[in-house]
């Protein structure tokens, strides 16, 4: 009976994050600017134009020159500096090919010091975690061994596949190509993420199994410290997840949604090494440390580059909107 404990420990914490995510999704603050396009006259109703929508990408601009038209200003004028404005801007139709190669450059260099940063922080973890993970590993594996059920395992085995190597280099060129056509400037970012990731992580985690050689468990010794499916899992898509969210939502529920799916991919990944035994237990958790560790740098570095994500910074095209308020009678 106690070997479907542990059988029913995968739905049950994927129901768990499921149940948390949607808790915290529901609670999730509304943003200001949508707010207030809802509610323009400041009434607390809907608003009966129908202008959420247009408000809620263009929200700001919109409105500051559409102010100024209407309290007297010089609407000639008005258009002059919309114009202005849309040739400064990376969306406006007078806009200028903007110079990439510094941005690609400056990204390659932070992505580089990520992993430099990210194999520091694994190398002073990995000495205590090999000295003193056999006597948390090897009760927790022998535990595992005697209660596994077969067909269980058998479907395991499936999910396991979510992070192997080539799954997750193919999800990432995959979304790398998507991306790249989808996002309205700097498409050049997408693919130079992704491919900067597969180098990092691949390199840096050659890095360490080279420095510790950890053997794995019985039966898969080519696990090491530390364990990659869990670590490629939270890395790949977790900067999938962040691409997407910046470009098509920007909103903090939105991000609540993509961390939820990203702990629940990165929960049974963890499960299923263990299941299966292709890791040790303190390699797992440290595999899902590791991918934190990896992610957070190019999220930092994205963000760099692109700036905030948000409605306004994600999906708005501020200098037509503006001009189009400008010009209108």
């Known amino acids: 009976m106690r070997r479907y404990l542990l059988v029913a420990l995968w739905p049950a914490g994927l129901a768990a994050i499921a149940a948390a995510t949607i808790i915290v999704a529901r609670r999730a603050p509304v943003s200001p600017a949508l707010a207030a396009a809802d509610d323009p006259a400041g009434l607390g109703g809907t608003n009966p134009a129908g202008t959420a929508g247009r408000a809620g990408r263009d929200g700001a601009e919109l409105a500051e020159v559409t102010d100024t038209g209407a309290g007297g200003g010089d609407q000639p004028a008005a258009a002059s500096a919309a114009i202005q404005e849309a ?193 040790w237990f303190t390699d797992i958790i440290s595999g899902l440390l590791y991918g934190v560790v990896l992610l957070m740098p190019f999220i930092a570095a994205v963000r760099r580059i692109a700036g905030p994500a948000g409605l306004e910074a994600g999906r708005g095209r501020p200098g037509q909107a503006g001009l189009a308020a400008a010009m209108r009678p």
């Open 87 to 279: 040739s400064r801007s990376p969306s406006g139709a007078l806009a200028a090919r903007p110079d990439w190669m510094p941005d690609l450059i400056r990204f390659g260099a932070l992505s580089c010091a990520g992993g430099v940063v990210s194999y520091g922080v694994m190398a002073l973890l990995g000495p205590p975690i090999v000295k003193h993970g056999p006597a948390i590993d090897e009760p927790i594996f022998r535990w595992t061994e005697s209660h596994r059920v077969n067909w269980w395992a058998a479907v395991m085995e499936r999910f396991n596949k979510v992070g192997n190597t080539w799954t997750t280099w193919g999800a990432a060129g995959t979304a790398a190509a998507c991306l790249a056509v989808s996002w309205r400037k700097q498409k050049w970012l997408p693919p130079a993420a992704l491919g900067a990731a597969i180098m990092v992580d691949h390199y840096a985690t050659l890095a360490l199994r080279y420095t510790f050689a950890r053997p794995g468990p019985p039966g898969s010794p080519n696990g090491t410290y530390p364990a990659g499916g869990p670590d490629r899992v939270i890395l790949f898509y977790g900067l999938i997840a962040h691409l997407l969210w910046r470009e098509f939502s920007g909103s903090y529920r939105g991000k609540v949604w993509a961390v939820g799916a990203l702990a629940a991919l990165s929960f049974n990944q963890a499960y299923c090494r263990e299941y299966l035994s292709k890791h």
